[in-house]
């Protein structure tokens, strides 16, 4: 009982220890790892080994899957690229798992010592990230000697020997087998590692650590499919064919290797392991055997799964399965913001047509579109609480604060955008008035400054240029000041007893006033960049003129 114990605990620390790399490598390298992805998007070539460089980095051709899934999804990467890179991905995991069937017993001390003292140290920087990755690459290589000393006994003990025996060579069982570990362990690559460990203490006969290795390609597929089955059509399509390629390999495998059983007495012929040997040789044949067809592929999938009409107060660039790699999440949450920030635009565009036109159903249907934006607010926040803090950099956190704010403050444009329109409907058009020429000529200076001045913070919010930020920033006074200066000529006119002034004179105020609102939360924008640079002052008054000097 405690030598299957100790297997139980070697097998969980193999599984952990993979765990730990793959989220080390995504904290630190999560926005290098999508462009080396992009880079594959034309080229098969390309594609063949970006898939495969990532995949050996995170370790899982999983999490591949979900990052190439969600490209498909955003309309980054076509369906036949994504298949590519899959297909180098399932290279990738196998050519880790022939890594560490070397013996790196060695190894896995100097790993552990040295990350934990560089993690204790660098827990909030980069080299506590890469620290991390390294204790995960110990746990690995200690776990596997560990699973080797754990099964040593075992191979002594009577029961265990009958349990084998009574164990079927039948391809099904031992398939099934496979996958069900890989979903358990969230591991191929454990589940392959685990199964060499087994053969090499002779608990596993070739067959049988055959079958489980098929099983657990099988089972990455699937793995892959089921983490992703909630998605959008057009983002299962990837994970789909892939799970595809796995069950069209493992079918063809069993028919050789029923047809020529020898084969298998070769596997160790070349000094490499035999179950390891097995894995590789395995997605290295699928792949030159498939990659020409991920075209014809691509286009039953793209025909099975279209992607679904778009809807206008849904998300659309929100991908559920990106929520696992952080730097993948912040990108799919900034690109709903942009979205939500071009139907802001659309309703502050439109005030001037219904203000010039007296177009009431078109302020109706401006209004409307505020549900939108109050929508597409609700589910960005909702989903930016879903990622997790802790596992994103310090510039990450930075950006994740300046989303949220930068959504809030599109919503309460749109409020107010939504009032004023309710406003202009209830005191001009149903009333029949109409602005001075001179009046109107200063509400149009206002609008034409407010588009600028959001084209402006959208670009800021992008890219976060600090001299726009200053830019916004000074327009912010200058709009203030205008203000000010249109509302004393509005006055002006009244004193000299202008007709359509007096009548629309409440709406103007309101107007200009609550224009010069949605400019402050739009330069609000520009807010996080200056602080983040430290060009803010503490406070705006100057203390000298007022007498306030500290004595």
């Not at 109107?440 to 407010?450: A, G, K, P, V």
């Amino acid at each position: 009982m405690q030598h299957l114990l100790n297997l139980l605990a070697a097998i969980a620390l193999l599984v952990w220890g993979t765990h730990m790399v793959r989220t080390g490598v995504l904290r630190v390298m999560g926005g290098k790892l999508r462009e080396l992805l992009a880079r594959g998007m034309h080229h098969k070539t390309i594609g063949l080994l970006a898939g495969m460089g990532v995949s050996s980095l995170l370790q899982s051709s999983t999490a591949t899957c979900l990052i190439v899934g969600a490209f498909v999804g955003q309309g980054l990467i076509s369906t036949s690229a994504a298949l590519v890179m899959m297909l180098g991905a399932d290279i990738g995991t196998s050519l880790m798992a022939l890594l560490f069937s070397f013996d790196l017993s060695w190894l896995s001390p100097v790993l552990i010592v040295v990350g934990v003292a560089t993690f204790v140290t660098n827990q909030n920087n980069t080299a506590g990230r890469w620290a991390r990755v390294a204790i995960g690459l110990g746990l690995m290589t200690l776990a596997l000697h560990l699973i080797v000393e754990a099964t040593r006994p075992m191979t002594q003990s009577a029961g265990i020997k009958a349990l084998l025996m009574a164990l079927p060579d039948d391809w099904a069982v031992l398939i099934a087998a496979g996958a069900l570990l890989t979903v358990l362990s969230y591991s191929s690559l454990a589940v392959v590692l685990l199964t060499a460990a087994l053969h090499t203490a002779g608990i596993l006969t070739l067959t049988q650590s055959v079958g489980l290795v098929l099983g657990a390609n099988l089972g990455s597929g699937l793995l892959a499919y089921l983490n992703m089955a909630q998605s959008p059509p057009d983002v299962r399509r990837v994970p789909l064919g892939n799970l595809a390629f796995k069950v069209l390999g493992c079918a063809l495998t069993i028919a050789v290797l029923t047809a020529l059983p020898e084969l298998l007495g070769h596997l160790g012929a070349s000094g490499l392991h035999p179950v390891v040997g097995f894995h590789v040789l395995f997605n290295l044949v699928l792949t030159v055997s498939l990659i020409g067809f991920v075209g014809v592929a691509s286009k039953y999938l793209q025909a099975w799964l279209p992607r679904s009409p778009d809807h206008k107060d849904q998300p659309r660039y929100l991908d559920a399965t990106a929520l696992g790699t952080p730097t993948l999440a912040i990108a799919c949450a900034a690109r709903e913001a942009m979205r939500q920030a071009d139907v802001v635009e659309a309703m502050l565009r439109g005030i001037l047509p219904v203000i010039q036109k007296n177009d009431a159903q078109l302020s109706a249907q401006l209004r409307r579109m505020d549900d939108q934006v109050d929508a597409l607010y609700s589910a960005i926040k909702f989903y930016l609480t879903q990622i997790s803090r802790e596992a994103l950099s310090a510039k990450e956190s930075r950006r994740w604060t300046d989303i949220m704010s930068f959504t809030i403050n599109m919503e309460q444009v749109g409020d107010i955008i939504e009032r004023v329109l309710q406003d202009i409907e209830d005191k001009k058009i149903h009333k029949g008035r109409e602005f001075s020429p001179a009046g109107l000529q200063e509400i149009e200076d206002l609008h034409q400054r407010l588009l600028a001045n959001l084209a402006l913070a959208m670009s800021v919010f992008l890219y976060g240029d600090l001299r726009n930020a200053q830019t916004l920033l000074e327009q912010k006074v200058l709009f203030r000041d205008l203000e000010r200066e249109y509302a004393t000529r509005h006055l002006a006119r009244l004193q000299d007893n202008t007709v359509q002034s007096i009548g629309t004179s409440s709406l103007h105020i309101d107007l200009i006033s609550d224009l010069k609102r949605i400019n402050s939360h739009i330069c609000s924008i520009a807010y996080p960049i200056l602080e983040q640079a430290g060009a803010l002052s503490n406070t705006r008054l100057k203390q000298a003129e007022l007498g306030l000097e500290p004595k």
